[in-house]
């Protein structure tokens, strides 16, 4: 039962600086149980953060529920470019995340659970939070066959992934975070998290790819409320927490202050596209030069998100090498990101405003270039 309440109480009492408040003492005494009333994963994973940094969870667990609208969430140490289809996100609207935890990329929707179980350090067990979910499927459909694995995945009948953890460590506090897939799109998820990106190095994580499938394929009278419910009892059972769901706005500045700057920033470029692990892309396209193919190879180098060395080799025939060098130079510096390259090749183009052949070359080449970012 989702009971909406005012939590400035609770979070008073949960804060290790507040003076408990003795009404609700015997309410929050061994933790809670939230769910997010918001859908956008940057406040969803700000809120995370903002437990995980102001609370001491001594004694307080806390297990809180969320789900996305459509969104990509990379590992601390990924590579965007690496591990999905930028272009098909950016026509499609969907949003790309960057989360403080390390581990691979999934894919969200409002048909895939999250679920984040903060604890101090000492009480972080994955195992046993991955079997509390595994004894709620159990209670509401015991037919199910699903098992978590020693990578902390949970598979139904032993090969389809429904579920992938990550978590992270802080001095006295930790939270393990997982999804659980109910209904969401599979054919989005498998195309979404396919790079289409050739010729990337780098040391990033690389995340391990899985044959998904979704509770509702296996059994079409699950819903996302019911598992949610059913996961809730179990932790209100074995954490001796009241069974009521208690809903939360992870906006809300009086309650979480702090917690809008810190949604903000993972919003930013420089978080999800700046903290890339330094890597270099290798490729060659070709390019229709009347009746033959011409191959034009790229080199680039990226530290930041931003391009530190480029060095584009086009036959000096069709471009010649002081144009090249031009446009190698010009993007030195900049982001490795299609808006940026855009605005560059227009200031580069206004440098020639006679020349009607240049421009064309030079629009062709950077079609392609963005075509990589
Ligand atoms: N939503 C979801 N659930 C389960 N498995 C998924 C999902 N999306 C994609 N995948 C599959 O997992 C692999 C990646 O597996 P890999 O093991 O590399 O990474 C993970 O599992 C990370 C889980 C992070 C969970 C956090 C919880 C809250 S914010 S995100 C991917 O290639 C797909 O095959």
């Not at 039962?1 to 507040?18: A, E, R, T, V």
């Not at 897939?181 to 994580?205: E, H, M, V």
């Not at 480029?310 to 010009?330: F, G, M, R, T």
């Not at 030195?332 to 940026?340: L, Q, T």
């Amino acid at each position: 039962m989702l009971i909406p309440f005012s939590m400035k109480n609770c979070f008073q009492l949960l804060c290790n600086h507040k003076v408990p408040a003795a009404g609700f003492k015997a309410t929050v005494k061994n933790g809670l149980i939230l769910q997010s009333v918001s859908s956008d994963v940057y406040q969803n994973l700000a809120f995370e953060d903002w437990i995980h940094e102001h609370m001491t969870l001594e004694g307080k667990p806390i297990l809180f529920f969320w789900r996305n609208t459509p969104s990509v969430v990379i590992g601390r140490h990924q590579n965007p470019w690496q591990e999905c289809n930028l272009t098909l996100m950016r026509e499609e609207g969907i949003k790309l995340a960057r989360r403080r935890s390390g581990g691979g990329t999934v894919y969200h929707d409002i048909g895939n659970i999250n679920l984040t179980f903060f604890t101090t350090k000492r009480k972080y067990d994955r195992m046993e939070n991955l079997k509390l979910i595994l004894r709620a499927l159990n209670t509401i459909r015991p037919q199910l066959d699903v098992q978590a694995t020693k990578r902390f995945d949970l598979l139904l009948d032993g090969q389809f992934k429904i579920s992938g953890t990550a978590s992270k460590i802080g001095r006295a506090t930790a939270y393990h975070h997982c999804t659980l897939l109910c209904s969401t799109d599979g054919a989005f998820l498998s195309s979404l998290l396919k790079s289409p990106y050739q010729g990337i190095r780098s040391n990033a994580t690389a995340s391990i790819p899985s044959l998904v499938k979704n509770l509702l394929e296996k059994d079409s009278t699950l819903t996302c409320e019911e598992l949610i419910n059913a996961i809730a009892a179990e932790y209100a059972a074995h954490h001796q927490v009241d069974n009521h769901i208690n809903l939360v706005d992870p906006a809300d500045e009086t309650l979480f202050p702090g917690v809008g700057s810190k949604a903000k920033e993972l919003q930013t470029w420089e978080w999800i596209y700046g903290k890339t692990p330094k890597f270099s892309v290798n490729t060659s396209f070709n390019i229709l030069d009347g009746q033959s193919h011409m191959e034009i190879k790229i080199r680039i180098d990226i530290n930041n998100g931003r391009i530190q060395g480029c060095n584009i080799e086009a036959p000096a025939h069709w471009l010649p090498l002081e144009v090249c060098d031009k446009l190698n130079s010009s993007f030195i510096d900049s982001k490795f990101c299609p808006v940026e390259a855009t605005l560059l090749t227009n200031i580069l183009l206004r440098t020639c405003p006679e020349d009607r052949e240049l421009h064309n070359k030079w629009n062709i080449l950077c079609d392609k270039i963005k075509g990589i970012m």
